[in-house]
């Protein structure tokens, strides 16, 4: 009796995005936009304001509905008074279904990755799917 290959673990180093865009909280949400690099993560990634502190995101939906739907200047909002703080990362080493799971759990959409409590990429559930499941499928 042959049993089945154990499919082969995907973490979430697997499938995050190394590139991102971390910038000041201080920053207003119009100068954060000319800035990303990275529109298609969809957030952008706050810095700590001193080493005690924690990063912060800002997710575009965000922008939408708190700028954007309140008809507010986007040269006068600050960054910091629309983001999430603070911001609960994952572990790079993480199973994709763990991962799955806790945004699940918390309702989020997607996280900073972080090793040693540096960041290290951002996740989201759009690369769970695409790039973990669809390369367990054998699609990648």
């Known amino acids: 009796m042959k049993l089945p290959t154990p499919k082969k673990m995907i973490r979430v180093r697997d499938v995050m995005r190394k590139d991102f865009d971390i910038m000041d909280g201080m920053m207003t949400v119009a100068d954060a ?5 990275y529109p298609d993560n969809k957030a952008i990634i706050i810095h700590k304001r ?3 502190d924690e990063y912060g995101l800002l997710l575009l939906t965000d ?5 954007l739907a309140r008809d507010r200047a986007p040269e ?3 960054i910091y008074e629309i983001m999430a703080k603070p911001v609960a990362p994952v572990d790079p080493d993480m199973d994709i279904r763990y991962c799955a799971r806790l945004f699940e759990t918390y309702n989020l959409t997607r996280t900073i990755v972080a090793k040693n409590g540096e960041v290290v990429g951002i996740v989201a559930f ?13 699609q990648a």
């Not at 936009?33 to 690099?37: D, S």
């Open 33 to 37: 936009l000319r800035e990303m690099k």
């Open 50 to 52: 001193h080493p005690d």
């Open 63 to 67: 922008v939408a509905r708190k700028v």
């Open 76 to 78: 006068r909002v600050n």
């Open 126 to 138: 759009t690369d769970l799917v695409l790039r973990g499941m669809r390369y367990q499928l054998g």
